[in-house]
């Protein structure tokens, strides 16, 4: 085993022995996906405090449709999501058809303002398609976001750079249906 791995392996054992319950939800997770199980693919911690954040009057708008459009129809009054991956959004509408809260676009940015914006999307060189990266959509996001309100970055500790950007709240730790430690960032605004 590589030294790379044995961190890996490491950073992975100290999250689960810090919180007992996520290695549980884990473990029940790990041979689905988030969008069967109405879960987004954040770390435990973030979806545990979205529990807390959420309430029946808020605007949800998502770079990236998913589980997360489950848990978010669910539990807010509108959600709104830009998917391009046409078989991604096909499944992803087939499983909230039921929502009447629930808005797909094809293209585009934040049209209004909201109180949860999650970025969450495959960029370059991950997806040929998109052609901005998180940081970009995390500019246009700043405009809309809603004083009060959050932006969510998914996968942050690709884009620790962002962290400069005010006051943040990293969630760093197990997720459902992942191979080992993500992290999630809330942005508060």
Same mark, same amino acid.
């Given at each position: 085993?590589?030294?790379?791995?044995?961190?890996?392996?490491?950073?992975?054992?100290?999250?689960?022995?810090?919180?007992?319950?996520?290695?549980?939800?884990?473990?029940?997770?790990?041979?689905?996906?988030?969008?069967?199980?109405?879960?987004?693919?954040?770390?435990?911690?973030?979806?545990?405090?979205?529990?807390?954040?959420?309430?029946?009057?808020?605007?949800?708008?998502?770079?990236?449709? *998913? =589980?997360?459009?489950?848990?978010?129809? !669910?539990?807010?009054? #509108?959600?709104?999501? +830009? /998917?391009?991956?046409? &078989?991604?959004?096909?499944?992803?509408?087939?499983?909230?058809?039921?929502?009447?809260?629930?808005?797909?676009?094809?293209?585009?940015?934040?049209?209004?303002?909201?109180?949860?914006?999650?970025?969450?999307?495959?960029?370059?060189?991950?997806?040929?398609?998109?052609?901005?990266?998180?940081?970009?959509?995390?500019?246009?996001?700043?405009?809309?976001?809603?004083? *009060? =309100?959050?932006?969510?970055?998914?996968? !942050?500790?690709?884009? #620790?750079?962002?962290? +400069? /950007?005010?006051?943040? &709240?990293?969630?760093?730790?197990?997720?459902?249906?992942?191979?080992?430690?993500?992290?999630?960032?809330?942005?508060?605004?």
């Amino acid at each position: 085993m590589d030294g790379s791995c044995f961190n890996r392996v490491l950073k992975f054992a100290r999250h689960a022995a810090a919180r007992p319950g996520d290695l549980r939800r884990y473990l029940d997770h790990r041979r689905t996906t988030p969008l069967e199980i109405g879960l987004p693919w954040f770390s435990y911690a973030a979806i545990d405090f979205l529990e807390t954040y959420l309430k029946p009057d808020m605007s949800v708008f998502e770079y990236g449709a *998913g =589980g997360s459009t489950v848990f978010f129809a !669910s539990r807010v009054s #509108r959600v709104v999501s +830009r /998917e391009p991956d046409e &078989k991604w959004l096909s499944l992803t509408r087939n499983r909230v058809s039921s929502c009447q809260n629930v808005e797909f676009i094809s293209g585009g940015h934040v049209d209004a303002p909201f109180y949860v914006i999650v970025i969450d999307h495959d960029e370059p060189p991950y997806n040929p398609q998109s052609d901005e990266t998180r940081e970009q959509t995390f500019e246009v996001a700043k405009k809309f976001v809603k004083p *009060g =309100g959050i932006i969510i970055v998914d996968d !942050s500790w690709r884009h #620790r750079a962002l962290r +400069r /950007e005010g006051h943040v &709240k990293v969630f760093e730790g197990l997720g459902p249906c992942r191979l080992g430690v993500t992290s999630t960032d809330v942005y508060f605004f």
